[in-house]
Every structure is written in structure tokens, then in C-alpha cells.
């Protein structure tokens, strides 16, 4: 269970850029984390709130997206949609697949208000 | 940065900011940044310096990871005794609560470091390099982080290490690569120990977990060892000796070396060039 440990991290980041942007609120963050990232979405999610009380982000609306997970053959270079304990090349079966989604562990987006100037 | 040049625009996001994507879109009411970091950056800016610290002093730096009770220390114990005073060992001890594993290798006469985590599940970068003020890297040639026996937590922070090793000992089931893929997936080295009770377990067959673990489509090598007995040690000692190699050249011409699969923050980044710091002729500095 590391996705507090995360979520303290987003948390960090999330306040330098609120920083950064002279913002009052920020108000949605959107996440991209892959079912090969480690992370488990859900588990971030519940963690959230607790990390959030008491920053700019506090009540922000958090959106989890999560891509599926596709490999592309390294011998046939198809690309196919895996799993995530099977990432073999969904034409040919090859093993030498190379990842093209499903590691993400991002933080794609926010959406703030800014400071009015006086 | 690469928040401003766009490189860490991958195949997986791009859809995200072009067109209609959900980042190009503009919401009435406030103002959508677009970011593109990856969630654990402050980790990975660490993981960076340690990576730069065990470059700059030639340091090896080798992740050991696996479940609790698969062998680690008993392996670095063995492989102290074996490499004997052909390469300088210190080794960086992960575990919720004792010293006892670093009493293990002190024991051995070797430098180790006891990090306990408390109730944290994983060793992150920021702990590390607590670790390494307390070590002479000029001293070094190979330095283990055995990380806290789990198979979920640790893969996802990098430490700065420039190998992952991990253990499935026969005692556990042969399909664990199936069961863990994002750990078994970033194995640069899966060793299979505690060979020596092959012959009592009916049910482990290190053919079948080699499988497994090529269908997460891992090309990395799988030996088969037994610290007790000595079985297979040999060629444990080997790569050591040959990855210790690699990165004395690695050295000598400025580069470094991360674990073959990354998450994905580190591996947006892996192109950076490295840090030409310690080109101003041979620094052997005591920081």
C-alpha cells in the first residue's frame, strides 16, 4: 500500500504548480496511470482526500485515466492489445514486444483558478 | 524541461492533447495546465543524484528485491565470502523494523546500513541517499540496496540503482511472474534460489517460471542458485564481475546505465544526456 506515498508526491507537485500559476484553486486533476505503473488507480483515489485536505487542492475533482495496455511486436511489428502478466505479440506470439501503454504514472493536467489581481 | 519541449508526448498520451483531446480542451470557468510529469518526479530527481554519486565514484548499484524470506541476505552473505577481496562490498539493508540484517553483514566484515522504514512498504530514493552519507563510495565497488521483502511496492521507485535483481526462491510458486508482473517485469536478473531444495519440492519447476516470465515479455537472463549448497554461485559471481566491468567503461566515457524497463516518468527521460560533471580530469573526491 505505497499509493499514499504517491499521492503525497502528486500532492507536492500539484502545489508548485498552483504555486507557480498563481492559483487560488485548483479544481480537477487528471492522472494517467496504466495497470502496468504499480500503482493501483482506486487505492489512489480513497488516498486523495486525505492528501489533499488542507491544500490548494482540497475538494479538487480527481480523474484517473487509465489506458489499456498495448505492446508491438519487435519480429512482426504489429500492435496489439495485451495483459498485463502476458504482453506477447497478439499476431505472432513473439515475446519481444516492446511497450507502447499501460506503465503511465502521470500527472497530465489541472484545472485551476487563478488570483484575481487587486 | 520537458514539460516545455514536448518530448514526453509518448504514443500512449498523445491523443490526450491533440484535436478534442481531454487536454486541449479548455473548460469554461478555469484554466486547464497541462502537465505531463510523471506522479513520483521528486523520487526520480533523487534517483538521478544517487545515480550521479555512484557513477562519479564507480560505484555498481544493484536493487536486490523479492518476497520476505527468499534468500537475500543469506545470498549476500555467500557472495561476500566467495568474492572475497576480488570486489568491496557495502550493502544498504531495507526493512520495517531491526538491525539484524545489517548485523548479518557487518558480520561478514562488510559496511552495510540499516534503513527501517517504520510501516513503509518500500525503500524510496530519498532514504537512499540518507543511506549512502553514512558510506565511503571511494570504498565501494558494489553496492546492494536490499529492499523490504515485498513484490508490489518497491518496483515502482527507482533508486538510483543501475541493475534490478530479483529472487524467486522454489519454496514459492513457479508462476509468481504471473502473479507479480510490474516487479518480475523489471528484472534486469531473475535469480531462482534456495535450488538446493528442488529435490524435495515436487511442485516448483524453474522452466515454468522462466516462461512466465518471458511472457511479460522480459528477455532478461534466469539462473538457478543455492547459497547453502554453492550450486550455481559461479555464475551469480560472474555477471557481478562483468557488470562491475561494465561500469568502470561506463565511467571512463561519462555514461550511466538505468534498469532495462522503466516507469514511465524515468523512462521519458532517458535520453537526457548525463550530467558531464566529473569530466575535469579523474575526480576522486570524499563527498
Known sequence: ?118 | MCDTCGCNVTDGNRHLIEGDGKLARTESGSEAISVLQGLLSENDRTAAHNREHFDRHRVLAVNLMSSPGSGKTRLLEETITLLGDSLRIAVIEGDLETENDAQRIRDKGVAAVQITTGTACHLDAHMVHEALHALTLDDIDVLFIENVGNLVCPASFDLGQHRNVTLLSVTEGDDKPAKYPVMFRASDLMLISKSDLLGVLDDFVPEKAERHLRELASTASVHTLSARSGDGMQRWLDWLRSEHAAAQTRAVNGETLRPAIQPDGQRMHAHEPTRQHHHDGHHHGHD
Do not use: F, W
Open chain 1, 1 to 118: 500500500m505505497h499509493e499514499l506515498a504517491v499521492c503525497q508526491g502528486l500532492m507536492t507537485q500539484v502545489e508548485q504548480i498552483a504555486r507557480r500559476e498563481n492559483a487560488e484553486q485548483v479544481t480537477r486533476i487528471l492522472l494517467s496511470i496504466g495497470p502496468l505503473s504499480g500503482v493501483e488507480a482506486q487505492l489512489l483515489a480513497d488516498a486523495y482526500p486525505i492528501a489533499a485536505a488542507g491544500t490548494v487542492a482540497e475538494g479538487a475533482q480527481l480523474e484517473i485515466e487509465q489506458l489499456p495496455i498495448r505492446v508491438k511486436c519487435l519480429t512482426c511489428s504489429e500492435e496489439t492489445e495485451a495483459t498485463a502478466n502476458r504482453l506477447l505479440c497478439g499476431a505472432c506470439g513473439d515475446y519481444r514486444t516492446r511497450l507502447l501503454s499501460g506503465d503511465e504514472l502521470l500527472l497530465m493536467s489541472l484545472e485551476l483558478e487563478r488570483r484575481q489581481h487587486a
